[in-house]
């Protein structure tokens, strides 16, 4: 495969096919501008003169040049010919998106994709691989550092990318996020992954209300994204480092459904290229002139669309090597939660007598288009999309009925369908407050959902939460808990292990014990003042008394009678 550049075309322009070169990985210029430096380039791969479906861009860094395009289109009327390398030039690359080398190998092997990536100047390849003295001048340059690396994926790609030819898988590695308190002092959360036994998937914060958990997760968006708080002109404005290092994550899903929370809804205001490194999930959306609403039935959108979209990607990318397939891990998921054969869309009542009814199933009178059929319309998947009754979200069928789910379970299947059709390999996957919508029952069940949806991406997640239940299913080094005694915001481990630990002394340390036993204390305290003999109490209490209660009218009885 060669690497061909196209001079003075439009920033709009998709870079052309080169037949004569065969397969290629066609390059343009871009005029988009990053802080002063223009290093982008337009790119597309063309396999036997066919465009893979694979949007992304090159950013190329060229020494002493902070416009790439004007200096190619320069070099190419001096007579350079486009195709890569460039003679005489000291450059470095990198590709907007991690996922640029699995695909490169899938379709042109593994030493195809070395020899483009050293025509290229791979910026990764070229320090961790060849550990050329040229790039690792460039990798200095203010240019690399704000242009290059200013978006996500590129990050992504540089930390990680080459990982393939080691024949290792990336992972998410810790990090520390450091926080600006209400009393403008800096915290630091040490967020833990790497285990070598138990279970770090999972990072948990936990602390009472109002202490500062979202605001920690709005911060690790923002200074992951490098918008608001986190964009560069602020950070140093603030002279506030965000991250020891920063976040060799490949995407950040958020999940909260609290009618309260503030988190950004999507990235198309900020002004970054990379619009899908961040999704959001709940029930604030944007309305046609601009405000924010909120809408109880967004979960239930969301997951007929997501559906659709996890199976078009599941057929756009299925060439790639070692890929998850998302509908089967949805299913695999759910299924150990849901007792369902299948998964399906409802049709619009006017969709009846269309084409569309001939793979219908009827129920109740209703139509369902199942989910095993959606392939079939794929060149088609809009027409697809305004037939289906997306508002009445995904719906679960077994033995031809529909399969009834209690709300808690109903939204807890659609945050999984949600999930899974965002996420990507080495995601991050934040929730806030999870036991706002569910119940207690299902709050650990979720947590092991959540884990099987975590392990085929090696993705991880951080929960902002008051549970315990949740807790005690964390090992302690991942959990961070938020403490003020009125002397400033501590962010504290708990000093013994709370994987399957007691939920009292869990409960205990993180609120002090007034949380849980005051009401209960009080109404012992009021009843043995007025009885005044801690006996009869107990004797009257009879059948409804326990051991704990005994006890604690014993306990109160020495301090207020002596007795």
């Known amino acids: 495969m060669k690497v061909v550049y196209t001079p003075h075309l439009s920033s709009r322009a998709t870079p052309p096919a080169k037949p004569t070169y065969g397969n290629v990985l066609s390059l343009s210029g871009n005029n988009w501008d990053d802080y002063g430096f223009k290093t982008t380039l337009n790119a597309k791969i063309y396999i036997e003169n066919q465009a893979i479906s694979f949007d992304f861009v090159v950013k190329l860094l060229i020494d002493g040049v902070d416009n790439t395009a004007i200096k190619l289109n320069e070099l190419c009327s001096s007579g350079w010919d486009g195709v890569f390398p460039i003679l005489g030039v000291n450059y470095i690359t990198l590709p907007s998106d991690i996922d640029f080398y699995t695909i490169l190998v899938s379709k042109i092997g593994e030493e195809g994709t070395i020899t483009l990536l050293n025509e290229l100047h791979d910026a990764g390849f070229m320090i961790n691989v060849n550990h050329d003295k040229n790039a690792e001048k460039l990798i200095e340059y203010d240019g690399f550092k704000i242009s290059l690396l200013r978006e996500s994926g590129s990050s992504k790609a540089f930390q990680d990318g080459y990982l393939i030819f080691n024949k290792i898988s990336s992972e998410i590695r810790d990090f520390q996020l450091n926080i600006v308190a209400k009393d403008s002092n800096v915290r630091a959360i040490p967020f833990k992954f790497k285990s070598s036994l138990l279970p770090y998937d999972i990072n948990v914060i936990i602390g009472p209300n109002g202490i500062g958990k979202s605001h920690s997760l709005k911060s690790l968006v923002e200074y992951w994204l490098q918008t608001g708080m986190g964009d560069l002109s602020v950070l140093k404005e603030n002279k506030h480092i965000p991250f020891d290092e920063r976040p060799n994550i490949s995407k950040l899903v958020l999940v909260s459904y609290s009618p309260f929370e503030d988190f950004n809804l999507d990235m198309e205001d900020n002004n970054l290229r990379d619009k899908q490194a961040y999704q959001y999930f709940g029930f604030r959306q944007k ?253 009257m209490l009879d059948e409804e008394i326990n051991e704990e209660m005994i006890m604690k009218i014993m306990s109160l009885g020495k301090k207020y009678h002596g007795r």
């Open 287 to 539: 309305r046609n002139d601009g405000s924010i609403g909120i809408s109880r039935n967004l979960p239930a959108l969301n997951s007929s669309n997501s559906l659709l979209d996890m199976v078009l990607d599941d057929e756009k990318y299925k060439f790639i090597r070692g890929r998850v397939n998302k509908l089967n891990t949805v299913n695999e998921v759910l299924k150990s939660a849901i007792d369902y054969e299948q998964c399906a869309l409802k049709l619009k009542p006017s969709e009846r007598p269309t084409f569309f009814s001939h793979q219908a199933v009827s129920i109740n009178s209703e139509q369902f288009f199942l989910i095993e059929d959606i392939s079939t319309w794929l060149p088609n998947i809009d027409l697809l999309r305004d037939a289906c009754s997306l508002n009445d979200g995904v719906v679960f069928i077994k033995n031809n009925n529909i399969v009834p789910l209690s709300s808690g379970q109903r939204l807890f299947a659609y945050i999984v369908v949600n999930v899974v059709a965002s996420i990507r390999d080495n995601s991050l996957i934040v929730i806030d407050e999870p036991e706002l919508f569910l119940h207690p029952t299902l709050e650990i069940e979720f947590v092991g959902l959540l884990k099987k949806i975590l392990k085929p991406f090696r993705s991880k997640a951080i929960l902002a939460t008051h549970s315990l239940s949740i807790t005690r299913e964390v090992p302690s080094r991942c959990v961070h808990i938020f403490h003020d005694e009125g002397e400033g915001l501590e962010i504290l481990p708990p000093p013994f292990e709370t994987f399957g630990g007691n939920v009292q002394r869990i409960s205990s340390y993180i609120f002090g014990d007034k949380s849980i036993s005051k009401p209960f204390d009080e109404w012992l305290e009021l009843q043995l003042k007025g009885i005044g003999d801690p006996e009869k109490l107990i004797e």
